[in-house]
């Protein structure tokens, strides 16, 4: 049906149009494509199957020819930005053909949008909390691209309250378990001096190869304290029946641990006055205030709280 | 009506009448059809059924005026609109708060009076009864010990345990789940309203109640548009119109509104569309009885009553990451509710493992908090400048440790990490990105959460929330994958409605009584008692009202 030298000398030309469903998205992501739906119209409503849509990148070269499909329509147009981050333009063309008799007018549509560096963001966990002023600790740092590009081998930075670099990792080969492609490393790092809290971040900046991908940082905090002087073993236990209660999250002061099966959880505290509880759901402690003069061993009973039926709850007066 | 070939019994005999007037045949041949087609022809139609009372909707109250006016005998028709029967009353916990004096109550040795009943249920100190219309609670007080006796003698096979109602003495009762499991909605073991429901309906069927299911009221008919007796009501089924004649009576007893974003906003302008109800998808409280009631003129009672801020109207989610997470109300997939929701939830959330946070990505309260300060926390302006009325959707955001203690499965039946209620994400700000809800008017702020997370679990090393005062916040939020789960309030209670008297008659906003009509169940207001009971008196006082129309001095 389409000929490349229509015969001048037929019947008059008809104009086309090309028109897109929706307006191109705004931004898009280097190297990552976006999907466009578009109409071929003739003012006279020919039916043009058969024919296609030329797409040719800014440099005027061609990308693709795409047919047409029923009803001069061509639905999902597939287009990829390069990957360099700036404008991109492209140009989707009509070429001058005929149908049937018909010579149809080349038309043209340009498409514009912004190609944007990939999004990326940062997690930080495994952060220790008090952690002994001026001794080493370590956290772990992900990174993580909005199109989960494999981000292995890249560097992150630590930064102080300061912006000084405190810490520095390469992440890991594989994405941290049950994440998609959060891509991590444990950083060791140094606890500053003095009792206090302190609020970090984390900086990831992707090299300069490869697709391009925006900074990141995330902020962690932790607190610091004084060298340990006692240890402290706190046993939870069930207040009916007397069992150590596993998994109980034990909170002295500052200080926290989990108690294991035999329901001991164990710190190392320095000397001082503590608030000390225990909490798991579906039980409760009291409050308690304790002394570490020693190594010494607390004991924390935990009470069943009855699970509360919420039709009991929708009882009124 | 004209679909039909003429083998449905409703299009005939509307064909007859027509036939009839142009063959000129005599009223006798055609007996009350015509009668009343002479003195309640709207638009020149006749009915296509009819009886002594016609009730709109098989639920608590509709169930209990059926079998109230068929042992005082009259003839029954109940149109449903849903599938099946029951309403709220079948997924209900099927607590019965009847006390006043019961069998039960002697056999446990309680003590108990209609005046005592009485004075609970009007104590002004508290503000679920401060605001009920007296007359309405003295006549649910002076029934009370014999509704209960006759749900028993009814079939109601009740538990013999008493349970405390928070009032001077013990009163509440449960009946037993109904044995037949083919016969339950959600086969959840605490469900026992299914027992109380389920006995009401065989007793009105074996009494020869007819229920019509599928079939919608979507108006009344009254002689005049606002005045003269309320004739019967238009009811849709299948596209098709159908008209029922209730000669004594209609009753309303559709459940109330609180699912009608339109009407419940008349209460609290706050109670916007993102907020769910239970008892949903099984059936809305649509307002039908109360829309199609003011239409022909009748009142609302003790507003007061819905704004009271108290008591449980609303509620905090309990399966989070799903929209239907109400209470005790769990969608298993043997429901046959399953397959309309994508998952019963995550369920006995201890809120030590997760913060709640806004459309915007905020914290608004301690979140083990409860009670109508943490409502009103999550009804407020959150800064969405899209979202000026109502709270927009609240996000439980937590972590894989959290997941691990709380020993959840990520995944089906429980949550759709694909649908619209529950989301994952390798990081905070991704999380914030994955957010796409119905309900969410803007996207969530990666930037907010992210500062919110960090700011949570910096009151984690502290111990001290100073945002909000949640009581040692023990875990932080760190592990990846993170997760957001829907945890928006969930409506409930729906605490005003119809006018009516002490006699279940529907009245004007003149204070007068609209003739043939009657309400009762969450549709009739003037009582801010929650649930079965005040459904049950009411229904059963409709039901014998309008049987005894007339013959009652
Ligand atoms: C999960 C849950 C647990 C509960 N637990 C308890 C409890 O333990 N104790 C307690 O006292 N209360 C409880 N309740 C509350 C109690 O179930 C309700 O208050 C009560 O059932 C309301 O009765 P009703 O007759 O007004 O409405 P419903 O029982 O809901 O019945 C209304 C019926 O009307 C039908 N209908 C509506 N519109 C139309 C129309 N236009 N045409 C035809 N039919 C229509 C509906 O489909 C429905 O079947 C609970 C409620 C829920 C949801
Ligand atoms: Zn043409
Ligand atoms: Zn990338």
Redo the contacts with the bound molecule.
Sequence with gaps: MTDPSPDVNAAPAHPTKLELDQSPPAEVEAGTTIALSLRVSCDAGCDLEGTAVHVLDEAGALITEAPLEPENQLNDLELRAPSRVGATIWSLVFPECLVGEVVHERSTLIVRSETIPHTTSAAVWEVPSPVVMSSPFSVRVGVKCSASCDLSGQSVRVRDEDGVEVGEGILEETPWQGTEALYSVEVPLEAPEGQSSWSWSVQFTSAATGLPHAESSANFTFRTANPPDHSVAVKVIQEDTNDPLEGAHVRLGLYRGRTDERGLASLAVPKGEYDLDAWKTGYETVLQTVEVTDDVTFEIQARPVPEIDP?EE?TWM | MSKGKGNDTSLSRRDFVKTGAVAGLGATGLGGLVSCAASGQEGGQAWDRTADFVI???????LAGAVSALEHGASVII????YD?????I???????LGGGTSLQRTHGVEDSADHVFEDWINHESLQSRYSDRAMVRAFADENASTFEWLVENGVDFQDTLISSGGMVERQSRAFQWPVYEELITSYPTRH?SGLIRALEKKARENGAEILLL????RLVREAPTSGRVLGIV?EHEGEEVRLRGTKGTLL????HTSNVHFRRMFDPRLTEEYQV??EPY?P??A??ELAAMAIGASLWSTANQTMEAGSWISKTAHIGTRWG????VWLPDSPMFDRTPGSGLSEVDWQNAIMVTDMGRRFYDETGRGHGFYNAALAYHGNPNKLDGGGPIWAIFDADAVARQGWEIGPPYVDPAGDWFFMADTIAELARSIRSPYQTAPMPPAALEETVARYNSFVDSGIDEDFGKPTPRNRIGRPPFYAAWSTPIL??SLTGLRTNPRAQVMDLNGEVIPGLYC????QGGFAQ????R?IVF?RIAGREAALDGQMV
């Excluded at chain 2, 997924?91 to 708060?97: E, F, H, I, K, W």
């Excluded at chain 2, 079939?215 to 979507?218: G, I, L, N, S, V």
């Excluded at chain 2, 007893?253 to 109330?256: E, F, K, L, V």
């Design positions: 039709d929708q | 709109v909707g098989a639920g608590t109250a509709g149109v449903e609109a849903n029967i029951g309403g709220h009353g997924l209900s916990g099927g607590r019965v708060n309203g079939h919608k009221m979507t009811a007893a559709t459940g109330g239970a008892g059936t409280q649509a039908d009885g109400y209470g005790n109300l409930h209670d009762a169940g969450e549709t929650h649930g079965l009971a459904c229904g």
